[in-house]
């Protein structure tokens, strides 16, 4: 009796196991990648002001999504010395809807994020209002650390133009800022770019 009832818990410890493992690879497939790098904590500043009153709408609306999921928080500010510059600039390339540029120390932690819209790209081919808000989150995700999704559905996956914000992404940042970060020593020590290609047409096109 006392065998059978050993034998029993320990296939239930076996089933218990196996189920928490089948959830963390559930969990792990279903959010949005990201790597180590990451602000010491939320919330991030940042400057819209280098933009035509259009793309600082743009941004605003980017903003207000992610803020509104609770995953992170953006302070607008007016200051140069802001954590994140989002700006618009056709220079960037006509391959690239967006880039971002992001500055980590040795920690892996982000001093300094630059996200960059190209309005005449997005103009040629023909984004909407909504789109262009999209490509707009899309360049906030990486300015907190995502990287790019292989997930379609997704608002990090590399050539998005239709896709808003997802729960995926949402638990992406949960996850990346779930612990508390070391304290920064302010030593830069990388730079790294994330660039968002053209979508040429409605679910169609390939990266450039």
């Known amino acids: ?53 259009n793309y600082q709408t743009v941004w605003r609306d980017a903003i207000r999504a992610w803020n509104r999921t609770g995953a992170f928080s953006f302070v607008l500010s007016k200051q ?6 989002a700006q618009s600039n056709p220079s960037i390339g006509a391959s690239y809807t967006g880039f971002t540029v992001i500055h ?16 005449t790209v997005m103009a040629t081919f023909g984004y909407r209002p909504s789109q262009e808000v999209n490509v707009a989150e899309h360049e906030l995700g990486h300015a907190m650390g995502l990287s790019h999704s292989p997930n379609k559905d997704s608002v990090m996956y590399a050539a998005n133009r239709f896709v808003s914000i997802q729960p995926a992404d949402v ?27 053209v979508v040429r047409s409605h679910h169609s096109s390939s990266n450039d």
């Not at 690879?25 to 939320?42: D, N, V």
């Not at 040795?106 to 309005?119: A, E, F, G, K, R």
């Not at 830069?188 to 290609?197: D, E, F, I, Y």
């Open 171 to 197: 638990a992406s940042v949960q996850n990346l800022y779930a612990t508390q970060a070391p304290v920064s020593n302010g030593t830069l020590s990388a730079v790294r770019l994330r660039g968002t290609p």
């Open 1 to 53: 009796m006392i065998k059978k009832a050993l034998i029993f818990s320990i296939y239930l410890a076996v089933l218990t196991a196996l189920f928490t493992l089948l959830s963390l690879t559930a969990l792990a497939a279903s959010m949005t990648p990201h790597g180590t790098a990451r602000f010491e904590t939320p919330p991030a500043t940042v400057n819209i002001t280098n933009n035509s009153r």
């Open 104 to 119: 980590v120390n040795n920690q892996d932690l982000i001093n300094q994020v630059t996200s960059t819209l190209n309005p």
């Open 80 to 85: 140069p010395d802001a954590q994140i510059t």
